[in-house]
């Protein structure tokens, strides 16, 4: 457990980081983020999730820690994708202007921040006191990548719910409107990636951590690959596969949690950090490249079709 030098730390130099962001998204409100924009901060925040990760031992003796905050990063930006496609949908129906979408993201992202940080604080008080909670995770993760590769997440799919139209008729903005709208979804999302980030390290900080870069980057990743997500038509398939294994493998942990270790006669393995990382990154890896090379324009995601 991470020391509470280490939190506060932490967290003061995030709170530097939204503010700076938030400093500069209000001086820049009226000026639309170019691609070129998205892709240098896109690379700043990347290039600070590695120097955290390989910087970590300076401040803490686990030896997994390092492997364990990559992991759970590379998971947590990973799922994040899946966030753009939603978003790209809410900030279009909506009719956003493309100047003010880059201060409603950031300001979603911190409320969602927020939100994830009690989410986490939840999720590691729920894991201490009972031990039955990683076969819940395991089991919901599952169902999820299932619901991920059955279920169409199109454009159709996304609906002005109560709480929406109550906003509109109360004469809320277009603006507060998204803002609501984005927080609501990410924490509708976090209920999925914060128990994935869990199968990989059950420390709190690193959780926290690992979300805190993943969201952080995820405004200017907006920018970068919105009008790349209709390519990458795989890339269902990659996540519901990376939850899937999140999925088995803290349902595995959960068994020798209890002390079952063989079924049938058959002994269960462990999963170590480094078959989690290599599935991961290439789980990534290879539906991302064959999206590319697929190149389909307006092809639909084959997951993410229309049933008849």
Do not use: C
Request: aromatic residues 12%; proline residues 3%; glycine residues 8%.
């Amino acid at each position: 457990m991470e020391s509470t030098t280490t939190w506060l730390i932490t967290l003061g130099v995030l709170s530097l980081v939204i503010v700076f962001d938030l400093t500069l998204a209000i001086i820049r409100r009226n000026k639309e983020t170019t691609m070129t924009e998205a892709g240098i901060w896109t690379v700043i925040y990347v290039a600070a999730a590695i120097a955290f990760g390989i910087l970590m031992p300076n401040w803490t003796t686990d030896p997994n820690a390092q492997k364990e905050f990559f992991a759970g990063w590379l998971t947590e930006y990973a799922l994040s994708v899946d966030n753009i496609f939603v978003f790209v949908i809410i900030l279009s129906r909506l009719q956003v202007e493309k100047t003010k979408q880059q201060l409603v993201l950031l300001l979603g992202i911190i409320i969602a921040l927020v939100l994830r940080g009690g989410f986490i604080a939840a999720g590691s008080a729920i894991i201490e006191k009972f031990s039955g909670a990683f076969f819940i995770f395991g089991a919901f993760l599952i169902f999820t990548a299932y619901k991920l590769l059955v279920e169409d997440e199109g454009e159709e799919e996304w609906k002005e719910d109560r709480m929406i139209t109550f906003l509109r008729s109360k004469g809320a903005t277009t603006f507060v409107i998204a803002l609501v709208s984005l927080g609501f979804t990410d924490l509708v999302f976090a209920l999925d990636s914060i128990p994935a980030t869990f199968g990989v390290t059950q420390e709190p900080f690193l959780v926290f951590a690992a979300n805190a870069f993943a969201l952080l980057g995820l405004r200017a990743l907006y920018f970068l690959i919105k009008n790349l997500v209709n390519k990458l038509i795989y890339l269902s398939m990659g996540l519901a596969f990376i939850l899937i294994f999140i999925g088995i493998k803290l349902i595995i942990e959960a068994l020798h949690g209890i002390g079952i270790h063989e079924i049938a006669g058959y002994e269960i393995p462990h999963v170590s950090l480094a078959v989690s990382l290599g599935v991961i990154i290439s789980s990534l890896a290879v539906t991302t490249v064959i999206s590319l090379r697929k190149n389909p324009g307006h092809e639909p995601d084959p997951l993410h079709q229309a049933k008849d």
